[in-house]
């Protein structure tokens, strides 16, 4: 038996970690889902949060799928969200985590929203059935704001002051201020109704300080509906609706990555990670927001993000990017979680692969070429042994070649030169092995 280290950037020996951890709750579970706003207009942009654990978890999507994927038919909706559900309770340690994803706007009614997982457990990534359900009710009138008649003819007073004045400097004609004036009227329009649908983003960063609040902090403890006060004096500030993190679930940092960005605190990803955006309710001021958050001492920074727009509408006929055909698919890496192993661990580690050997000049694997010069491989030859030689002379090498002669066992087996060793008939296994991981 051959064992050969393998150096790689996302750990798999963390499967074994997670087995080895103390056996959490085998309770499935996935929360309803909640809405913000929780009554939104219609039109109005609706974002939810749901939060799973222990035989649920979401998780990256296979390629070709969104994370999540929004379905309507009538007064149903099916959120559908790439993850897994777990039916050994041996397996079931998926730490309780909460997503916050744009759903977008529907129409005035009442919904059912249903909670949907797409199942990474097969080739096929099933939808599985609903599995949590909460009422949503869209409300069809927006919020708006009139502007009053006595505005107009404020206005009006005021331009006719300014044609007056012109007309005396610049020596304008009568009939020339007279048209002039009786177009200003027809210009402004009666008391108008400003419909706010968009709600408004602030982005803001946390200092990280032992004595402040940490992202976790702030996002578990905003409830603007149960009373208390907010994590942060100045999320009191004009009615902010909700908090979301900037690096959504299950994308935050976990595990040895996490501890590597908290020991390196300026490093653009570290401060990402402390990054929260709050949405406040339409037609807030938010001048005043980023003011309030800039005068609290533990935040660093606070901005309203800069909005922009494409030259391209995305999905444009005839712009849409080409998409690769006949990519085969890694299902494998959802049925054996290794995401979750991923966003535990992340960083590097050294993976041990206890295997028949492996092609050591593959092009793929190789690390070095004969000169010494990197050529991108993980396979680490200075680190492998071949230990399946028990019973036989020099049982102990560090020649891992899948290829290498092995000695005789039986006088019946055939040499290949007659020296009691032969080539091994059965190769191939170990490379394919060492090439996934």
């Not at 990402?272 to 001021?285: K, T």
């Not at 935040?299 to 494409?310: N, T």
Request: hydrophobic share 40%; glycine share 8%.
């Amino acid at each position: 038996m051959k064992t050969a280290h393998v150096r790689i950037r996302r750990a798999l020996t963390t499967v074994l970690v997670l087995l080895m951890l103390p056996f959490a709750s085998a309770s499935a579970f996935v929360d309803p889902p909640t809405f913000s706003p929780a009554q939104p207009y219609a039109g109005q942009p609706v974002d939810m949060s749901v939060r799973a654990g222990y035989c649920h978890g979401f998780a990256y999507p296979p390629a070709g799928y969104p994370f999540v994927e929004v379905q309507r038919n009538g007064d149903i909706i099916d959120i559908i969200i790439t993850g897994s559900e777990r039916t050994d309770p041996l397996f079931c340690m998926i730490q309780p985590h909460t997503i916050t994803e744009n759903i977008g706007g529907f129409p005035e009614g009442s919904y059912i929203v249903r909670i949907r997982i797409r199942s990474m457990s097969s080739p096929s990534y099933p939808v599985l059935p609903p599995i949590s359900q909460a009422n949503l009710q869209v409300r069809g009138t927006p919020p708006s704001v009139t502007v009053s008649a006595t505005s107009n003819i404020l206005l009006l007073i005021l331009i006719g002051i300014i044609i007056g004045v012109t007309a005396l400097r610049e020596r304008i004609s009568a009939k020339l201020l007279l048209s002039v004036f009786l177009v200003a009227p027809i210009t402004i329009s009666p008391p108008a109704h400003a419909q706010f649908i968009e709600n408004t983003l602030v982005i803001f960063e946390l200092v990280r300080s032992e004595q402040g609040p940490s992202p976790e902090g702030v996002i578990n403890g905003f409830d603007p509906s149960g009373g208390l006060p907010p994590p942060l004096g100045a999320l009191s500030v004009e009615n902010p609706q909700s908090v979301q993190y900037f690096i959504p679930h299950p994308f935050r940092a976990k595990g040895d990555f996490k501890a590597y960005l908290d020991a390196n605190r300026e490093l653009p990803r570290a401060r990402l990670e402390q990054m929260i955006v709050v949405r406040y309710p339409p037609g807030a001021d938010t001048e005043a927001a980023v003011s309030a958050l800039l005068a609290d001492d533990f935040v660093r920074h606070a901005k309203v993000p800069i909005k922009v727009e494409l030259s391209l509408r995305p999905g444009a006929p005839g712009k849409t990017p080409p998409t690769t055909q006949g990519v085969a698919t890694q299902y494998w890496i959802g049925a054996m979680s290794f995401p979750a192993a991923w966003a535990r661990a992340g960083g590097w580690a050294r993976v041990g692969v206890l295997d028949n050997g492996l092609h050591t000049d593959h092009s793929d694997l190789r690390a070095q070429d004969a000169n010494g010069s990197l050529t991108g491989g993980n396979f680490l030859s200075s680190a492998s042994l071949d230990i399946g030689r028990h019973g036989f002379p020099n049982p102990i090498d560090f020649n891992v070649d899948e290829m290498e002669p092995v000695p005789v066992t039986s006088a019946s087996q055939v040499c290949d030169s007659g020296n009691g060793f032969m080539i091994p008939a059965y190769a191939g296994h170990g490379t394919h092995v060492h090439g996934l991981t």
